[in-house]
């Protein structure tokens, strides 16, 4: 087992986490930051009235239509 710095070195160029390294359980590090998009994005939308809401699903919905 690397020391703990050569394992966060190791991790980083790896693109995944020290305990992912050890254990195979984590995600990516790229995984990690979706995920706070996704936390960032749902705060967001629980915070406005209903009105808002619905707009701001249908934006997105004419967004992925145009995917």
């Known amino acids: 087992m690397p020391s703990a710095d050569v394992a966060v070195k190791i991790a980083r160029a790896l693109d995944t ?32 009235p209903e009105k808002q809401q619905a707009l701001l699903l249908a934006v997105a919905e004419d967004i992925q239509k145009a995917l």
Request: hydrophobic content about 35%; overall charge negative.
């Open 17 to 48: 986490t020290v305990e992912y390294l050890v254990t195979g359980q984590s995600a990516s590090l790229s995984d990690e930051a979706s995920d706070e998009k996704k936390r960032r994005l749902l705060h967001i939308y629980a915070s406005l």
